[in-house]
């Protein structure tokens, strides 16, 4: 299931069923999981590991060298998990030694057209790139997050799950799990209520959401209070805890 004109390196590891377009290169230290489709004009560099059942359209690029400027060509890795599609002219870059080394992508992701992850980004599952949708180096996006096109993400912000940014947002700070954000420089709107419901939250799960999202962002309490005001209700609701407990890691503080 390789065709005649793709070029794949000999220490390559294709499982069984892979498929690799007209072509499409396949270099050394790749490996690519049962029934994963390589479409044509792909080109995968290693070190990178990519599981089963993904689907890789035209032109995409991944596993190459990061883009930054202190990368001197050390031994870094791109993991993808399965089930992901990347469309044509998708971008996902290798670590670098000044991070984990590892760009980590999980499983059952949308990576529209012209979508980039940069080194050292860590993806859950279940999220959705739109199209021109990138991330900066050293950002971490949770699962179920949704980014509209254009979306711009600075270096090491952290978007939480189930998160929402409307296109062409520009983000340069946390946004907490359950927000929707928009403008530039993003902020917080409401709450993603209907996309919690699709994701199977119960209605009184999404008003003890709403209700927190009012003391943090409705209230006029300074973010130490209005943390303080949440924390019994974060000792009850998991919901609520992992709202909060995001908000306390934050390094870059929150859109607010």
């Known amino acids: 299931m390789i065709d005649a004109r793709a070029i794949v390196a000999p220490d390559a590891q294709l499982a069984a069923e892979v498929s690799v377009g007209p072509f499409s290169i396949i270099g050394a230290g790749v490996t690519i999981g049962a029934r994963t489709v390589v479409g044509p004009h792909v080109v995968i560099n290693g070190p990178t590991t990519i599981g089963a059942d993904n689907r890789i359209l035209q032109f995409a690029s991944l596993g190459d ?10 031994p870094t890795r791109l993991e993808i998990g399965d089930r992901n599609i990347f469309r044509e002219n998708c971008t996902a870059n290798r670590g670098t030694t000044h991070d984990k080394g590892v760009t980590r992508i999980g499983s059952d992701n949308l990576f529209m057209a012209y979508s980039h992850v940069a080194h050292d980004c860590m993806i859950g599952s279940n999220t959705v790139f739109a199209n021109c949708a990138a991330l900066g180096g050293h950002v971490e996006v949770g699962d179920w997050v949704i980014l509209g096109g254009l979306t711009a993400v600075h270096q090491f912000t952290r978007i939480g799950a189930h998160a929402f940014l409307a296109g062409g947002a520009i983000v340069t700070r946390d946004v907490p799990p359950y927000v929707m954000a928009a403008g530039n420089p993003a902020a917080p709107h409401a709450v993603n209520s209907e996309g919690l419901r699709r994701r199977g939250f119960s209605e009184e799960q999404i008003r003890n959401i709403r209700d927190a999202y009012r003391v943090l962002y409705r209230s006029d309490l300074k973010l130490a209070d209005a943390l303080a005001r949440l924390k019994p209700q974060a000792a009850k609701f998991p919901e ?10 934050s390094t870059r503080s929150i859109v607010r």
């Not at 060298?65 to 050390?74: I, S």
């Not at 609520?240 to 890691?249: C, D, G, L, M």
């Open 240 to 249: 609520i805890r992992a709202f909060v407990e995001f908000i306390h890691a």
């Open 65 to 74: 060298a990061p883009q930054d400027k202190k990368y001197q060509g050390e």
